[in-house]
C-alpha cells in the first residue's frame, strides 16, 4: 500500500518523538559529555543508542524511514566543522543505518567517504581534533572505521562489487596498504558485473607490493586477453615498467657487487656479461638497450612507460 504524503509526514514526526523518548535516558546519563557546539546541532543523541537492533523495535516498523531520517542527520552532524569530536562515534552512528536497512546503499559509501576525508581533516587540518590521542593514530581509526563500514556492505550486499572496490581503493591510494589492496580487488572482481578494470588495479598492487614476477605474469595475462587495443596498449605499457624494474634492479645489484670486488663501478653494462657478473644484458621490452650512469651505477630505460 502506498503512503501519502500527509500520511507519511505525519508517521517521521511520530518516529522522531519515539526516537527521541528511546534515547532520552540515554540522553540525560551523557548530558554532561554533550558538548555545547554538539547542541546547536539537535538530534546527536543517536550517537548514544546502542545499536540499530534497538531502534528497530522503537520504530515499530518503520525501519527504513528511520535509516533515512538517521541518514540524513549524519550528513548534517558530519559536515558540521565546528563540533571537533564529530568523528569520533562515525562507525557507530553509520553501523545503526546500516543494521536499520542493511540494503540501503548509500550510507555505505557516504559513511566510508566522510571517514577517508575525516582522517585528511585529522593530519591537515588547522585544529588538532585527536585532543591528545596523536593525530596519524586518530586518522588511522577513521580509515579502519571506513573499511568496517564498507564491510559491511560487502556482508550485508554481496552482490554489489562497489564496497570491496572502494575499500581497494582507499587501501592502494590512501593506505598505501598494497597487499590489502590486492586482496580487495581480487574480491572485487569475482563479484558478477564488476568493471574490467578491476583486474589492472590489482595487477598495480601487486606490483607495488613489490612483487614484480606476479605482477609480471598477471599483466601478460592481461595483455595476452586484451579486448581491444587500448586495454593491450595499457598492459605493454605496465609490462614494460615491470621488466625495467626486474632488469634494473638485477643490472643494479651487479653492478655494486662489481664495485665492491674492483672499487669503482663498471664502464658499461656489457663489462658485467664480460666479468661474469651477469650472464647477459638484457634489453627492455621494446628491445632497446637499457641507459647505464657510469658515476652512480643506476638503471634506466630510454623513455617513460607512459611516453611509449
Not at 94 to 110: G, K
Not at 126 to 143: E, F, K, N, V
Amino acid at each position: 500500500m502506498t503512503m501519502r504524503p500527509a500520511a507519511a509526514k505525519g508517521s517521521a514526526a511520530v518516529l522522531l518523538v519515539l526516537l527521541a523518548f528511546a534515547a532520552s535516558g540515554l540522553v540525560a546519563f551523557k548530558a554532561v559529555t554533550d558538548g555545547a557546539a554538539r547542541r546547536k546541532l539537535p538530534g546527536s543523541s543517536i550517537i548514544y543508542i546502542p545499536s540499530g537492533k534497538f531502534l528497530k523495535f522503537a520504530a515499530f516498523g518503520y525501519r527504513g524511514l528511520a535509516a533515512d531520517l538517521i541518514y540524513l542527520w549524519a550528513i548534517q552532524y558530519y559536515t558540521t566543522p565546528t563540533i571537533d569530536d564529530r568523528f569520533d562515534h562515525l562507525d557507530h552512528v553509520f553501523a545503526i543505518i546500516n543494521e536499520l536497512d542493511p540494503r540501503y546503499q548509500d550510507p555505505y559509501e557516504v559513511g566510508a567517504m566522510i571517514a577517508v576525508d575525516g582522517a585528511r581533516e585529522v593530519l591537515a587540518g588547522p585544529r588538532d581534533l585527536s585532543r591528545g590521542r596523536g593525530r596519524g593514530d586518530y586518522a588511522r581509526s577513521l580509515i579502519q572505521a571506513a573499511f568496517a563500514i564498507l564491510d559491511r556492505g560487502a556482508a550485508n550486499n554481496p552482490d554489489q562489487w562497489v564496497y570491496p572496490f572502494n575499500a581497494g581503493h582507499i587501501a592502494l591510494m590512501t593506505l598505501k596498504d598494497y597487499p590489502l589492496a590486492e586482496r580487495y580487488f581480487e574480491r572485487c572482481m569475482k563479484i558478477p558485473g564488476a568493471p574490467e578494470f578491476v583486474e589492472r588495479l590489482r595487477a598495480n598492487a601487486i606490483f607495488k607490493k613489490g612483487d614484480l614476477r606476479t605482477s609480471w605474469e598477471t599483466w601478460l595475462d592481461i595483455y595476452r586477453r586484451a579486448p581491444d587495443e587500448r586495454t593491450k596498449k595499457i598492459a605493454s605499457n605496465h609490462l614494460y615498467n615491470v621488466k625495467a624494474a626486474i632488469d634494473g634492479g638485477a643490472l643494479e645489484e651487479a653492478a655494486a657487487k662489481y664495485r665492491d670486488r674492483y672499487g669503482r663501478w663498471p664502464s658499461d653494462l656489457g663489462t658485467l656479461a664480460r666479468t661474469g657478473f651477469v650472464a647477459e644484458v638484457p634489453k627492455d621490452f621494446d628491445g632497446r638497450d637499457y641507459v647505464y650512469d657510469e658515476a652512480t651505477g643506476k638503471v634506466k630505460t630510454v623513455i617513460s612507460p607512459w611516453r611509449r
